[in-house]
């Protein structure tokens, strides 16, 4: 065991001898980083949490140190309103009125339902529904997914509701995901370019915004463009651009224009590497006029040169900010621009990765130290880590956003819908597992609409949950079941984006109540489905884990043994240089060509030239004006776009019931000093922002920190509908809009039209 | 000069995160209401709009803030009770809690309302500068919280020596008579160019 004891820790001079028990773990939520914790424990109690404070903080390997969020841990573990038995539903699905069951029960309960629901409907009508709550390596997801992969099978799902438009759209310019260059590299840009991207928040990879300060320390320069002046424009942003939301392409577009018009583009780099920006450099029998270069300069199809004064209506950037950022960002090589997530989460969020791209090619910034490629940006270097086999028979698959019309409609669903793996789904969704996670409701889109659908037994039939709490998504289940949380449980967990280590998760404390550990009670649930053995072949969790860190040795040569490693509860690889994403493909074309079919970087695609949906999956990156967006003439009735930024003090919703966080950062939503006093409304003053899908009553934060005509109800507020349906807390998919986007089938969260009023004049118009 | 020990604030990347304030909380148990260190924050600008444009000259940055265990302390000055005072060996400003009365006439004369009343027991508490980790030579809790490692602390001599003596930036109200023990490096938007 990894147990530190230090005497007398809390008071030297007290006589009474007292002895804590420091446990190494880690946090195993989708929280952005993955740090080093510390749960000091004391008489079977945890009574203080630290992060990465011993081992020596260097520029190789700086110390894992946590946020706020896991440091304030013990006021959620603690928490007097965490679940503590399995429950079953008494009143209406949605109520979130529940009686005290036994597992014994509960569990019947659930193997009855998979039985029938199996025989009656087949696999695809059994649906595990996105969930992050646990991301460790043994979470009761992935526990669910063998026992139901054992038993026949269930409908997964692709993607991410963070990520999901760069993650379909990156590969299409790479042939990959892994765009990133190690964040060590930074310290060689000359200039870095964040946009929508806020490590400060959202984390992004422990320590990403200290490897900002130390790029900016090397004297990069740091532009930040976003809706927000966001945490990380104000620690380190030497200028900000704010933009309106959904139309960053339309930025990158008017920047291309000004590198090509003053013929600052690397050519050589592009006649080198790439396919389709000009027409001299286009795959073989497409038509004249549709390279990006056409595009750009309006000689293609569209006849619309791409110019700043085009570009500045939609965006809201002066030109004149546009040329200076277009000509600095040609000219101050190398440079990074980095983009976040943000930017891809709205209804053509596939634009805005390949826009990006686009002008990292333009301007020779891959492959090079001090560059960085654009796109998704998930890092270039990977480790292996072993994995619980999971064999699912079951071949389909859809997007993680879709499950809603799989509930409704799932067999009219094919191939155009995103179905993957069979033509046509051949059920609708009857059954949904929905285990550490709220999607179900308060992180999806549309959350009235979504209420109704979940609210009609007759289409989904039946509702699993576990959670720690009863949050928005919780009161939506038949049987809910309580977790056990990261402080009482071993595991294994990966860095959330960038990171060459893996952390051990100590159990620093029992779990309490009836609260269980995800293998322990699906095993159960194995027992009644008749598949014990082959569900835990025989294997204790602890035997599950040792099995992950055998399976990492045999390909991880200096890999430390079981023991050494849940002893010292973290594992770094170490490399003697940062990793730069393609160097090998810069440097030696011929021998390296980037994995897309031409062996390019495709500005044209012509895999989705072959989509034949032109107007909203172009073959090249274009602007594609949003519906509600700000060119929507829904405007005239609701003026502001509204999106819903990450916060420091939540994960996603974890931790929204939380008072430490509470206090550390209240739920308000951002409101510009200019459009607030138009409405006469006041900082701190409680308002309502509606439109045709909800009303959310919240305070208003009014700043000069968020540009005229955006508000931003920072996201993952619990779903709190009043008896008339009106949300009290402030979660923005109360506004949004259920319309997948077209080519990844992925949330659209940032584009929302709405409209912010006093209360009294509310009252009034009633 | 005597011992004084102080704190090392490199304001300009402070990102507001709150981790060393949750830090200090969980270390001090600390119930709602009561922070030994706090992030200020500060913000300002407008917009001027035109056509469909939009410029801005909006400015933001955060002080993290806790007792600075000041050179010329006026909180021991004004506690009718003597509960306050000032240890020599390092100059760190403690509070007796036996002696405290609770008037709270340290918290009305701080300018960083450092000292926190507790209902618990009708006392002041405030920073020690985590006096008991300093004993086992290591840093405050805040200190090596901080994610962007903006916050240090040393003799105070030392630490101006190194970064200067700024112990102002815009905002904060004047302190120069009561000379606090922190030396700061002050964010571009805290200070007049
Ligand atoms: S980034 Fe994640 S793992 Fe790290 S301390 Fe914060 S919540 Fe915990
Ligand atoms: S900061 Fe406030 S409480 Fe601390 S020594 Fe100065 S005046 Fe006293
Ligand atoms: S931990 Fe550091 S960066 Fe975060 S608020 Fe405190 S001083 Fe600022």
């Known amino acids: ?766 | 000069m005597s011992k004084q020990i102080a704190f090392y604030v490199e304001q300009k990347h402070c990102m507001g995160c709150s981790a060393c304030q949750i830090a200090c909380k969980d270390k001090h148990n600390l119930p709602l209401g009561q922070n030994f260190r706090q992030i200020h924050a500060y913000e300002g600008g407008d917009f001027t709009i035109s056509g469909n444009v939009v410029y801005q000259n909006t400015y933001a940055y955060w002080i993290p803030v806790s007792c600075n265990h000041c050179v010329d302390a006026p909180c021991i000055a004004v506690c009718p009770s003597k509960a306050i005072f000032k240890r020599q060996e390092d100059g760190l400003v403690l509070i007796n809690e036996k002696s405290c009365i609770g008037c709270r006439r340290c918290f009305a004369v701080c300018p960083y309302q450092a000292p926190q009343f507790d209902a618990a027991n009708g006392k002041m508490k405030k920073c020690d500068f985590c006096q008991d980790l300093l004993q086992q030579g290591t840093a405050p809790a805040c200190v090596s919280a901080c994610p962007m490692r903006v916050l240090g602390y040393g003799e105070l001599s030392e630490l101006q020596k190194k970064y200067g003596d700024t112990s102002w930036v815009k905002g904060l109200p004047n302190t120069a008579k009561i000379k606090p023990a922190w030396v700061l490096v002050p964010h571009r938007d805290a200070v007049d160019v």
């Not at chain 1, 990894?2 to 446990?23: H, P, S, W, Y």
């Not at chain 1, 399995?86 to 029960?105: D, H, T």
């Not at chain 1, 590969?171 to 870095?192: A, C, H």
């Not at chain 1, 992950?548 to 430390?560: A, L, M, S, W």
């Open chain 1, 1 to 766: 065991m990894c147990k530190n004891v230090i005497k007398g820790a809390r008071d030297m001079t007290d006589t009474t001898f007292q002895e804590e028990t420091i446990i190494r773990t880690s946090g195993s939520h989708n929280c952005g980083g993955r740090c080093i914790v510390k749960a000091h424990v004391k008489d079977g109690r945890i009574v203080r949490i630290t992060s990465d404070d011993e081992r020596p903080d260097t520029d190789k390997r700086p110390q894992l140190r946590g946020c706020l969020r896991c440091r304030a841990y013990r006021s959620y573990l603690y928490h007097e309103d965490r679940l503590k038995y399995p429950m079953k539903r008494i009143g209406k699905r949605g109520e979130g009125l529940f009686e005290r069951i036994s597992w014994e029960e509960a569990l019947d309960t659930i193997a009855d339902h998979t039985k029938r629901i199996m025989a009656e409907y087949g696999p695809e009508a059994i649906y595990l529904s996105y969930a992050t709550g646990n991301a460790g390596k043994t979470s009761e997801q992935v526990w669910m997914r063998r026992l139901l992969a054992l038993y026949g099978g269930y409908l997964d799902y692709y993607g991410t509701y963070s990520s999901a438009c760069t993650n379909a759209a990156t590969p299409y310019t790479y042939g990959t995901v892994n765009s990133g260059s190690s964040r060590e590299d930074w310290v060689n840009s000359k200039l870095i370019i964040l946009m929508g991207f806020n490590p400060a928040a959202t984390i992004h990879g422990t320590n990403t915004a200290y490897y900002l300060k130390k790029a900016k320390e090397a004297g990069a320069k740091i532009i930040c463009i976003d809706p927000l002046y966001s945490d990380t424009a104000v620690a380190l942003a030497d200028q900000w651009i704010p933009i309106r939301p959904t139309t960053d392409s339309a930025l990158l577009d008017a920047m291309a224009y000004v590198i090509i018009t003053e013929n600052l583009q690397d050519q050589v780099f592009l006649d080198t590497y790439c396919l389709g920006f000009d027409e001299d450099h286009m795959p073989e029998g497409i038509p004249a006029g549709n390279s990006y270069k056409s595009y750009i300069l309006g000689t293609g199809t569209d006849q619309v040169p791409k110019t700043p004064a085009w570009a500045e209506r939609s965006t809201g950037i002066p030109r004149e900010i546009i040329i200076q950022l277009a000509r600095e960002y040609a000219l101050n090589k190398p440079g990074a621009l980095i983009q976040g997530f943000g930017p891809q989460r709205h209804a053509y969020g596939e634009q805005p990765p390949r826009s990006g791209a686009a002008l990292a090619a333009m301007t020779g910034n891959i492959g090079i130290k001090g560059g960085w490629a654009s796109g998704c940006g998930s890092p270039c270097r990977k480790q292996y880590v072993g994995s619980i086999p999971i064999n699912n028979p079951c071949k389909a698959a859809i997007s993680m956003y879709m499950w809603p019309l799989a509930i409704q409609k799932g067999t009219e669903l094919g191939k155009r819908e995103g179905v993957r793996g069979v033509d046509k789904l051949s059920a609708n969704i009857k059954l949904i597992f929905n285990l550490a996670g709220n999607c179900l409701i308060n992180q999806h889109s549309d959350t009235n609409g979504t209420a109704e659908l979940l609210g009609d037994e007759n289409l989904a039939q039946f509702i699993v949950v576990s959670d720690h709490f009863l949050t928005s998504s919780a009161k939506f289940a038949d049987i809910l079941l309580p977790g056990d949380n990261f402080m009482e449980r071993e595991d294994i967990v990966l860095p959330w984006s960038a990171g060459d280590y893996v952390l051990f998760m100590n159990k620093a404390v029992d779990t309490v109540y009836e609260c269980r550990n995800g293998y322990d009670w699906i095993r159960d649930l194995a027992e009644r489905l008749e598949l014990t053995a082959e569900f835990t072949q025989g294997k204790t969790l602890e035997d599950w884990l040792r099995f992950i860190v055998d399976e990492t040795r045999k390909e991880n040569p200096g890999f430390p043994s079981y023991e050494e490693f849940k002893e010292k509860g973290v594992y770094d690889w170490e490399y003697e240089e940062p990793a730069i994403a393609f160097k090998e493909q810069i440097e030696d074309p011929r021998h390296h060509p980037f994995p897309t079919p031409s062996g390019k970087i495709e500005f044209f695609s012509s895999r989705l030239w072959e989509l034949d949906k032109p107007a909203e999956v172009p073959a090249i990156p274009k602007y594609i004006p949003a519906w509600e967006g700000p060119e929507d003439p829904l405007r005239g009735t609701y003026p502001l776009q509204c999106i819903g930024h990450h916060t420091k003090r939540r994960v996603h919703s974890m931790f929204d019931n939380n008072d430490w966080m509470e206090e550390a950062e209240a739920q308000v939503f951002w409101i510009s000093i200019y459009d607030a006093k138009k409405r006469g409304i006041k900082n701190g003053e409680r308002v309502c922002i509606y439109n045709t899908r909800g009303k959310v009553i919240l305070t208003a934060k009014v700043t000069p920190r968020i540009m005229p005509g955006v508000i931003s109800i920072p996201q993952g507020g619990w779903w709190s509908p009043d008896k008339e349906g009106t949300d009290q807390r402030g979660c923005i998919n109360t506004l949004t809009k259920y319309q997948p986007t077209p080519l990844a089938f992925a949330n659209p969260q940032h584009t929302n039209l709405v409209e912010v009023a006093k209360l009294d004049q509310m009252e009034a118009e009633k």
